[in-house]
């Protein structure tokens, strides 16, 4: 019984963490403007480059450099990372695919 209730608080655990949308929120003044740089050549046909981003970790921001990545599929298109201040909270809403 104590295996199926922790098991049953775990599954209800990570089902709300997921319902969090990948939304982050904090207290903060603004990120910084976006670093640029030389991004090279795709490592192969297919590959997108998806750009760095500023990411909040503690009380400070901290650069995160871009990376080249696959498609999970054909026709994906890849949506960076945003802040945005939301009434004296800057929210941010992780990277990701649309399909």
């Known amino acids: 019984m104590k295996k199926l209730l922790l098991t ?5 655990g ?3 963490t997921a319902c969090g949308g990948g939304y982050y929120s904090a ?6 403007p ?4 030389i991004v090279g050549r795709a490592p192969g046909p297919g590959y997108v480059w998806a750009d760095g981003f ?3 970790r503690g009380s400070r921001w901290v650069w995160t450099g871009g990376r080249w990545m696959r498609p999970p ?3 994906s298109v ?6 945005h201040n ?3 909270h800057w929210r941010s809403r992780g990277g990701y695919w649309r399909m």
């Open 34 to 37: 976006p670093r640029y740089g």
């Open 8 to 12: 049953g608080t775990v599954l209800v």
């Open 86 to 88: 939301d009434g004296g």
């Open 14 to 16: 990570t089902l709300l």
């Open 73 to 75: 599929r054909g026709r």
């Open 54 to 56: 500023w990411d909040l």
């Open 78 to 83: 890849w949506v960076p990372r945003e802040w």
């Open 27 to 32: 207290r903060i003044g603004p990120p910084p």
